[in-house]
């Protein structure tokens, strides 16, 4: 596992960091090159050149032109000769985003594991524990709202206390781990809906408990958190208390990781991590530990599945963090940016956090084209329809989307159209698309749009970053981007939905035309450290000439504080 990132603490001042402001200028982007790619160079001037960036601000890298960069050149090609270049240019105050161009690597490779060494039994058995542990949980998760035994704890343990005894078994061989994974997310989704639904007040609170309890054993007190903090339900755990025992468990976990880092107490190292955040982490960190091989490639001809690491993430969101003094890189971090940490942060001391995009694509003619639409388009205005497609894959997801969709009928200009089929919009199905955000086909892009110039886009589903160099990739990002869009956003490995920025949240920003493309994502996007991108002219305001709304669609707080 690689340990904490040590930075440069005396680069920045951190009390003087004042949070986010609105008004992004060219001045404050930093355009990031990597010299070993004359594409990439010529990318860089042209963007430059029509935005106005000064020429102190363009940073050229020396690195792999490939798709992927493991750890070890990401801190040594990237970011140690990023950081001093800034600092040297003085530009350390000044530099608020980073805009990535075409030939800078998309994804950072979690650190290799070994395939054999003193621990490797133990990573094995640990693996398969938590593999089986989820299985367990999720034949429980199928029985939440359909059989309410009485709790025979107060607490949310021992999982077998708040179910039906005993718990069966599940089937064998297990569901592949990321089949299992996703299903998961999906079912838990639908069930947090179903029970908000039940009328009976006695088995809500047994089926709320059970899924809470769920919660705790699969995500571990950070989920449980997370989930209590969004969903606010009746009979929960007590936040402040929760807080402090993951306070303490992560200070142990640090504290274990300083004094032993040949990780010889295994069996400590992963209970505390299941604390933190349960047997999907403890499972990933496993495997990678252990060196097993990735599993066979999914039908349908896609790229060969992986094995995830908890240090697996995209580029551009590992960089936001590169003022960071030190931070963890098992799983996603708070994004202090995101509006509703703001309160969390506000009296903190901490380092800024930058925001941060990609000018990318298949090829390096397609990014050439998302800089010279981007442009054009904002003389003018972006025009043309709003499609959202609300699949019903979550409930209450789908239900953002219909509130982001009622929002734009009644208080904007635009045309939007809502699909509430499960499949997604069809073939050739959606004209002079301007807007759209949606779900749910896996890899697999449907050309239901004609996009106008500039169109903004992006699709809700796993993966869809993850082939983004290849042309010959049906994978979403690709195919927006080769069919027209200018902004797009996808994860390039297994995120997780709520990794995602709320539609809800990113599209009335981008309507008010006040707010750049950057803006709009880093305000909506909850998460970094993890494995998401945004591939966009960051400065690119698509409704700068024709503000489709005024900012009174937006709820309080979401808007960056002016300057």
């Known amino acids: 596992m690689h340990k904490a990132v040590l930075l440069f603490a005396a680069a ?30 010529e990318l860089a001037l042209t963007y430059a ?6 020429d102190e601000n363009v940073v050229l890298l020396e690195t792999t032109t490939e798709y992927a960069v493991g750890r070890g050149e990401y801190d040594q090609k990237i970011v140690n000769p990023l950081r001093e270049a800034l600092r040297k240019r003085g530009l350390v105050a000044r530099v608020r985003c980073l805009a990535l161009m075409w030939g800078v690597p998309v994804r950072v490779m979690g650190e290799a594991a070994e395939a054999s060494g003193p621990n490797v039994a133990e990573y094995r058995t640990a693996a398969t524990k938590a593999h089986y542990q989820l299985a367990v949980d999720f034949d429980l998760l199928t029985t939440v709202g359909r059989e309410f035994p009485e709790p025979r704890t107060d607490d949310l343990t021992p999982l077998g206390s708040l179910f039906s005894s005993p718990i069966p078994a599940p089937a064998e061989p297990l569901t592949e781990f990321k089949t299992l994974q996703r299903s998961i997310n999906l079912l838990l989704g639908r069930k947090q809906v179903e029970v908000k639904a039940l009328k009976d007040e006695r088995n809500r609170r047994i089926a709320l408990r059970q899924v809470m309890a769920l919660h705790l054993d699969m995500t571990g007190l950070k989920g449980l958190i997370r989930f209590l903090e969004s969903d606010k339900p009746e009979g929960a755990p007590d936040l402040g208390k929760l807080r402090e025992r993951l306070e303490r468990a992560e200070k142990e976990l640090d504290e274990l990781r300083k004094s032993d880092p040949s990780e010889s107490k295994v069996a400590e190292r992963l209970k505390l991590m299941d604390e933190v955040s349960g047997a999907m982490l403890v499972y990933s960190y496993a495997v990678e530990k252990a060196g097993a091989p990735p599993p066979p490639a999914p039908k349908g001809g896609n790229a060969p599945a992986q094995i995830l690491s908890a240090t697996d993430a995209a580029v ?12 963890k890189l098992a799983g996603p971090l708070d994004n202090p940016l995101f509006w509703k940490l703001e309160a969390k942060y506000k009296d903190r001391s901490i380092a800024p956090t930058l925001m941060v995009a990609r000018i990318d694509g298949p090829t390096a003619a397609d990014a050439m084209r998302i800089v010279k639409a981007s442009v054009e388009t904002e003389k003018a205005g972006l025009r043309g329809n709003f499609y959202i497609d609300a699949g019903g894959k979550i409930p209450q997801y789908d239900q953002y989307l219909k509130n982001l969709h009622a929002l734009v009928k009644a208080r904007t200009k635009v045309n939007s159209v809502l699909d509430e089929q499960e499949s997604v919009f069809q073939r050739n199905s959606c004209p002079q698309a ?3 955000v949606g779900w749910y086909s896996l890899r697999q892009y449907v050309p239901a749009f004609m996009w106008v110039p500039g169109a903004v886009g992006w699709h809700i589903a796993s993966f869809e970053a993850d082939d983004l160099r290849n042309p010959r990739s049906y994978e979403w990002c690709v195919k927006m ?7 797009t956003i996808g994860p390039v490995a297994e995120p997780l939905l709520g990794s995602f920025p709320r539609p809800d949240e990113f599209f009335p920003l981008l309507l008010t035309g006040r707010y750049t493309v950057a803006e709009c994502y880093w305000r909506s996007c909850p998460m970094l450290s993890w494995r998401m991108t945004l591939i966009a002219d960051p400065l690119y305001i698509p409704f700068r000439a024709n503000p489709q709304a005024g900012e009174d669609i937006l709820p309080r707080g979401l808007a960056p504080a002016a300057d």
Request: zero cysteines; glycine letters at 6%; aromatic letters at 8%.
């Open 49 to 54: 050149k029509l935005r106005g960036i000064p």
């Open 12 to 41: 920045v001042s951190l009390a003087a960091f004042a949070g986010p402001a609105a008004g992004l200028t060219p001045a404050e982007v930093v355009v990031v090159v990597n010299s070993r790619s004359p594409e990439s160079v």
């Open 434 to 436: 301007a807007l759209y």
């Open 316 to 327: 551009d969101s590992e960089l936001a963090a590169l003022w960071w003094p030190e931070y």
């Open 481 to 487: 981007i080769q069919h027209g869009v200018a902004v």
